[in-house]
């Protein structure tokens, strides 16, 4: 197996400087990604594995593909190894860029996405909306995308062991029970979980110990979260 490293850069004219990632103040994007090919076999399909924030090219999967004679893309984010400051709809910017890539620079006729696990959301949500573009801004009302910016749809999209999404996976582990962030302790509410029965009380009362015992270490946040409450 032969592994090929690429980059692409393209112009962006952002709002506000991103610090995290591949991205400055010069008003390009810079992505890294690498081909893995099975030796001199052609093709004239490639599978593409992107993640919005992981490098995918060390992991058993594309490998095993491109061993097994496939043509593998590994492509890396503007946000790789760092989502601090990730935007998703940047990230289907980037997945652009690999697609038209893939075709017009590396000459593959079709590209399928492989959406690995967190791949699979924003390989899902790119093809919609190379389909039909419904989104026009990021949630903080940021243009969506630069002047000249594509999205062409893929070929095939292949979901493996694919999650719904990180906004779908956040929102199930909010815990409902909790009705103000100065007081993470749960209320007295009999449909929650941990608090049925006999144990409730002692598992409440546990919990509170835990909380000021945090809470006796970190003081400046305490003091910080009391004076925005007060105000």
Same mark, same amino acid.
């Given at each position: 197996m032969e592994r090929r490293a690429f980059t692409i850069? @393209?112009? $962006?004219?952002?709002? @506000?400087? $991103?610090?995290?990632g591949f991205v400055g103040r010069s008003g390009r994007i810079?992505?890294?990604?690498?081909l893995l090919l099975p030796g001199n076999a052609p093709s004239d399909t490639v599978l593409l594995f992107m993640h919005p924030s992981s490098a995918l090219n060390l992991l058993p999967l594309p490998r095993?593909?491109?061993e097994a004679g496939l043509h593998v893309m590994c492509c890396g984010s503007r946000y790789i190894r760092n989502d601090t400051s990730l935007i998703m709809e940047k990230a289907i910017i980037d997945m652009g860029a690999y697609v038209r890539y893939a075709k017009e620079v590396l000459g593959y006729g079709k590209v399928v996405l492989v959406g690995w696990s967190g791949g699979g959301s924003l390989s899902i949500a790119y093809q919609a909306e190379a389909e039909q573009p419904t989104i026009t801004e990021t949630p903080a009302g940021d243009p969506d995308r630069p002047r000249g910016c594509r999205t062409d749809p893929a070929d095939a999209i292949w979901s493996v062991a694919a999650h719904l999404s990180r906004a779908e996976t956040?929102?199930?582990?909010?815990d409902p029970s909790v009705v103000h962030e100065g007081d993470p302790t749960p209320g007295p509410r009999a449909g929650h979980l941990h608090l049925r029965g006999a144990g409730g009380d002692a598992f409440r009362s546990g919990l509170r110990s835990a909380l000021q015992s945090i809470a006796g270490r970190a003081q400046p946040s305490d003091h910080v979260m009391g004076r925005r409450h007060a105000a």
């Open positions: 850069s @393209f112009e $962006e004219s952002a709002l @506000f400087t $991103e610090v995290y810079f992505l890294e990604g690498q095993a593909f491109a956040l929102t199930e582990w909010l």
